[in-house]
């Protein structure tokens, strides 16, 4: 699943509400928001939530906040009445902290609710789910870093999701966006501190396909359309690739197409199953030209020198020598290049073109 994070203020509320209306009709189903930042105003809380909730109703998405036992009261809620939360729109909250054992259970019984994924123990879960944790109900969720060089590493993300996915749970992590940067320090809101500055569908398809994550939020107010474009892709189990060198017939041919890539994957190349046939097709003859040295990226079709291998599209994942038997037919954009280590063993992928 994929979604967006928007902030309690009241001046942006228009903003949100345009962005989530854009969102939703990009396919994208969840919402984020947060009752404790620092920069708004607490007592504007209960009739923006109260807003925002209608507004995920209307647009058929999920709405989870971060939520604390503080918060509650500055929603003129306390324990006995927080499920009214559940009645203005919410799937659910994160809790955070300040929440006791008893609580999260009951609090999993009633609606969704987030737990911390970076310093949630197995012992604490085992004990949780003893209790009485419904599990189903239960979402990992990772934080995201305003700050500079605070975010977290991948090795460790990994390590902590798969221990969630043993254990049934789902998990969560943050992208940044690339156009309007939250403040106030304006320098996105990733998970990972490899994905600051880095394209959100990049950063969604490492997260979703290298770092076992389920869900995954833009934790920016916005991204371009160009990205949500490319982040519906990823709704659709399909990795975007932009490439160069579209106008090329044989490119040509596959554009707008989803491929596969082998379920017995090469070290050095992405296959595609559904090229193989390309050669068979009427009196095509994949003679051979633009032989050249083929650099990471370099997408490739086997010409006719390669007898009943002509016609195999690739795409070089490491830097390849030339080869006389091989065309050269297009080139993956450098920003989208990290992508590739992404195309794993049965991986859809698809190109788009750009001249």
Known sequence: MLGISVYLNKDRMEQNAAWIEKAAGYGLKSIFTSLHIPEDNPADYKELLQELGTLAKQHHMELMADVSPRSLSFLGLDWDTYEKLVEWGLAGIRADYGFTTEQIVELSQKMKIG????????????????????????????????????????????????????????????????????????????????????????????????????????????????????????????????VEGGSLPQLKEFLGKPLTNRMDPARDVVRAVESRSYALKGDKQLTPENQLERIRGTVTMDNQLYGRYAGELQIAVNNLPRDEKVNCIGKVIQSDLPLLANIKAGQKFQFIVRD
């Open 115 to 242: 737990i911390n994924a970076s310093t949630v123990t197995k012992e604490e879960l085992l004990s949780w789910i003893e209790a009485g944790l419904k599990a189903e109900n239960v979402e990992a969720w990772h934080n995201f870093y305003p700050r500079p060089e605070t975010g977290l590493n991948k090795s460790f993300l990994i390590e902590r999701n798969l221990m969630f996915l043993e254990m049934g749970i789902t998990t969560m992590a943050f992208v940044p966006g690339d156009k309007d940067l939250r403040g106030p320090i304006f320098a996105g809101l990733p998970t990972l501190e490899e994905h600051r500055g880095q394209l959100p569908h990049v950063a969604a398809a490492e997260l979703k396909y290298s770092c076992f994550t389920d869900k995954i939020l833009i934790g920016d107010h916005s991204v371009s359309d160009e990205q949500l474009e490319l982040l519906t892709f990823l709704t659709e189990e399909t990795i975007p690739l932009r």
